[in-house]
């Protein structure tokens, strides 16, 4: 999680930090709070009333496939109702801060920060949401570069039309005035908008403006690392060839039923590719699951240990697990539920690191094993996945990103 690691940074650095978390599954982060030293503000979202409840709505989102549709259902349900929840957090955050650091989607930290005239650096985990007419517009088929102007006037209509009414609802409520565009005014601070991507894969495009910062993937700093590899798969990894790894991360619903649906997909897949696989379920009896030579079943990983000693990832495309297996010097299969994460996808093809991005909605076993058994069959993938997990080794976000805080927001030299 690129705020955990940015906040564990900042103690390490010598601040004091307090870290605001909405959590729509109620999944509680005090264990990390008090292993990184920062203080935990959680913000309860009133909409969920169970976990059965927040699992069915997250499903809901995920089988729309239209990410139209799913943004619109992740507002309906997701956020809207833990706005002004969020809002009395951000307050409390600008009274008691010297400079805050926002999610470019958490709108009620800006009108907190500008109402209060305290410092804002807004953070993007994707380098696709800042209009430019080097990038391809996100949602939209590559074109050529004569097709962006075009795509981004579209792109930016659909994502104002969600996102406007209920930002400026809230500004215009404070005595602000209202946002025109979200993509440059509510998504990206003034003063500051760290852009957290490596600048191996995100190469700056000259037409944005100063304050969008690429400061490089925020990894946790390695003296707070404490996750190790169990016994039974350091022993799995060690007994033959290197497997596939598979995990959906936060994508998984946590009903058995839903994880039950998924790992039918990705047994029948691993059958037909004929491999190894470790396959990671959200499911602490891991009883309820088959036992197979082939696989080992996992509830979490560390992955930066782990991926490097796999064949490939087969991921959902999330930003952190996209990250993990950049790192890891490791090639990816991303079967993508949503939103950002057929960017990512269509990103990892582009680094000629990928196979070619699946949809969560309709994947069938056929599909993955041929997808598996053809990156698996490209060395050169490999190759290239090696090359640019060693460029992305020598870079520290986390530190890039503080030093960009301390003298833009705080007034510090370095």
């Known amino acids: 999680m690129p705020f955990t690691a940015l906040a564990a940074g900042l103690v390490e650095a010598g601040h004091e930090v307090t870290l605001a978390v909405t959590d729509n599954v109620g999944r509680d982060y005090g264990g990390l709070a008090a292993r990184f030293g920062y203080q935990l503000l959680a913000v309860p979202n009133p909409a969920v009333a169970s976990e059965h409840e927040a699992q069915s709505i997250w499903r809901a989102i995920i089988e729309a496939g239209n990410p139209i549709r799913q943004a619109e259902l992740v507002m309906k349900y997701g956020f809207d109702p833990a706005v002004e929840n969020m809002y009395a957090s951000a307050q409390q955050l600008c009274g008691w801060s010297d400079a805050v650091i926002g999610h470019f989607f958490v709108f009620p930290l800006r009108v907190a920060a500008e109402k209060l005239h305290v410092p804002m650096a807004s953070l993007n985990v994707v380098h696709n949401c800042i209009p430019s007419k080097h990038i391809q517009p996100p949602g939209l088929p590559n074109l050529g570069p004569w097709s962006y102007a075009a795509g981004w006037?579209?792109?930016?209509?659909?994502?104002?039309?969600?996102?406007?009414?209920?930002?400026?609802?809230?500004?215009?409520?404070?005595?602000?005035?209202?946002?025109?565009?979200?993509?440059?005014?509510?998504?990206?601070?003034?003063?500051?908008?760290?852009?957290?991507?490596?600048?191996?894969?995100?190469?700056?495009?000259?037409?944005?403006?100063?304050?969008?910062q690429v400061c490089g993937f925020l990894n946790p700093p390695a003296t707070l690392e404490s996750y190790s590899v169990s016994v039974a798969l350091a022993e799995f990894l060690a007994a033959g060839k290197p497997p596939v790894y598979m995990t959906f991360g936060s994508m998984m619903l946590n009903q058995l039923d839903y994880i039950r649906e998924t790992v039918d997909i990705w047994i029948e897949a691993i059958r037909l590719a004929k491999c190894r696989a470790v396959l990671q379920v959200p499911w602490d009896d891991l009883l309820a699951f088959p036992k197979l030579d082939q696989v080992l079943w996992v509830t979490r990983s560390p992955y930066?240990?782990?991926?490097?000693?796999?064949?490939?990832?087969?991921?959902?495309?999330?930003?952190?697990?996209?990250?993990?297996?950049?790192?890891?010097?490791?090639?990816?299969?991303?079967v993508a539920h949503m939103a950002d994460q057929y960017f990512w996808g269509a990103e990892l093809e582009r680094l000629g690191v990928a196979g070619r991005t699946l949809k969560r909605k309709g994947l069938n076993a056929n599909d993955l094993a041929k997808a598996i058994e053809e990156v698996c069959a490209t060395p050169a993938m490999r190759d290239r996945a090696q090359s640019i997990g060693q460029s992305v080794a020598q870079e520290n976000g986390v530190r890039t990103a503080i030093r960009l805080v301390e003298s833009r927001l705080l007034g510090q030299s370095s």
């Open 304 to 334: 930066k240990q782990v991926f490097p000693r796999c064949s490939l990832v087969v991921h959902h495309g999330g930003a952190g697990t996209t990250q993990s297996s950049l790192l890891a010097g490791c090639p990816s299969i991303v």
């Open 153 to 212: 006037f579209l792109v930016r209509r659909m994502v104002n039309r969600i996102f406007l009414p209920r930002v400026n609802a809230l500004r215009e409520r404070e005595g602000q005035p209202p946002d025109r565009d979200v993509m440059e005014q509510t998504w990206a601070a003034k003063q500051l908008n760290l852009v957290a991507v490596s600048p191996t894969i995100c190469h700056r495009p000259p037409d944005w403006q100063e304050r969008h």
